[in-house]
């Protein structure tokens, strides 16, 4: 009797087990039903704009060179400092030309031996002219004679100065050895080095720089636009500058030029812009700052907009869908306006009290 009892207990034990796995594959395989989330439409400002790449650089941007070819025999300066026009930032010791050098002494050596024959004649004719054998008209064609050949001689000696030292006598305290700053702002960079070789500038040549000098006070930024984006800029748009070395800072700027001709730069056209930085910004930019440029095409204060994943198109109409009912949706087409790529401006069609659905799915807690 027992032994009956435990397998008839055994028995409902199994058969109760099989329902119940059937009854637990049962709901697991049924699909949760989909619950959507809502939003509502907000108050919010949109920006229409574009990006540009590009740099920060001075307006003024100079490199200075030397008149005179030579040795560096002295800087004055050092990168980042700050230097006015007509400081002198460097010497030039010149290494003069040896062919240019024997013809200038021997430019000198002729002009000595007129000078001195022009003298002679000049005191043997100034004695007869005292003793009134000649007349003063002859006497005047002696004294223009050792005029002329006393100028040759000191222009002879002068060249001979300048290719030695870079300076005549006449020069007084101007000297071409001497390399001074053109403009004035702060020194970017100093390429050169005490001992080494420059080459003058000249129609031929343009010079060995010495120094690179910018008023760094009035900086601009430099950057390409592509050729989809330019036709929607215009002169004196307002652009916010993203600097990547300076973080938690924009700059303001103004556009100010668009270049009439494009390049091709990998494979696509690209348009030179430039853009005057607002002086007011409080922050040391430093020339060569990498920058990124947003270009204000548009702008909207406080307008009502929605998200644009929420937004569908039926045959290129725009339209939500709007909960009636919990998880219930109906169709409704608006009218929109301006988009910055996120949100966009609805101007008809929507009231802030409309829940619209989204197409995320809300969890639901077993």
Do not use: C
């Not at 100010?256 to 007011?280: C, H, M, S, W």
């Amino acid at each position: 009797m027992i032994k009956q009892t435990i397998k008839i207990t055994f028995l409902i034990l199994f058969i109760g087990l099989v329902f119940w796995t059937f009854y637990f594959l049962y709901n697991k395989s049924q699909k949760p039903p989909e619950v959507y989330k809502t939003i509502k439409p907000f108050d919010t400002t949109i920006i229409k704009k574009t990006v540009a790449t590009g740099s920060v650089t001075p307006r003024k941007e100079i490199n200075v060179k030397p008149q005179v070819s030579g040795i560096i025999e002295k800087l004055y300066i050092i990168a980042g400092q700050e230097i006015k026009q007509g400081d002198i930032i460097a010497k030039v010791k010149i290494i003069p030309n040896m062919l240019n050098l024997a013809n200038a002494e021997n430019r000198i050596n002729t002009a000595q031996v007129n000078f001195d024959n022009a003298k002679l004649d000049y005191d043997r004719n100034k004695t007869l002219f005292d003793q009134n054998v000649i007349s003063k008209a002859d006497m005047q064609v002696y004294d223009m004679k050792l005029n002329a050949a006393k100028i040759e001689l000191e222009s002879a000696q002068n060249q001979l100065q300048i290719i030695k030292e870079g300076a005549s006598k006449t020069a007084g305290a101007t000297s071409n050895t001497f390399v001074k700053a053109t403009i004035t702002g702060m020194v970017l960079d100093v390429p050169v080095k005490e001992g080494g070789q420059v080459i003058e500038s000249n129609t031929f040549n343009e010079g060995t720089t010495i120094a690179v000098v910018a008023n760094m006070g009035e900086m601009i930024f430099e950057g390409r636009l592509d050729e989809s984006e330019v036709g929607k800029i215009k002169e004196n748009m307002d652009i916010v500058l993203t600097i990547g070395a300076i973080d938690k800072e924009s700059f303001t700027a103004k556009l100010e030029y668009i270049a009439p001709k494009g390049v091709i730069e990998n494979g696509a056209i690209q348009f030179l812009i430039r853009a005057a930085i607002d002086k007011t910004n409080s922050s040391f930019l430093r020339a060569g700052y990498s920058a990124n440029a947003d270009i204000i095409l548009d702008k909207k204060e406080r307008v009502m907009a929605i998200p644009e994943s929420v937004l569908q198109f039926d045959k290129e109409k725009p339209y939500v869908e709007i909960e009636t009912k919990k998880q219930v949706f109906e169709k409704r087409f608006i009218k929109t306006g301006l988009s910055d790529g996120l949100n966009i401006e609805v101007l008809e069609g929507l009231q802030k009290t409309d829940h619209i659905k989204t197409p995320q799915l809300e969890e639901i807690k077993d």
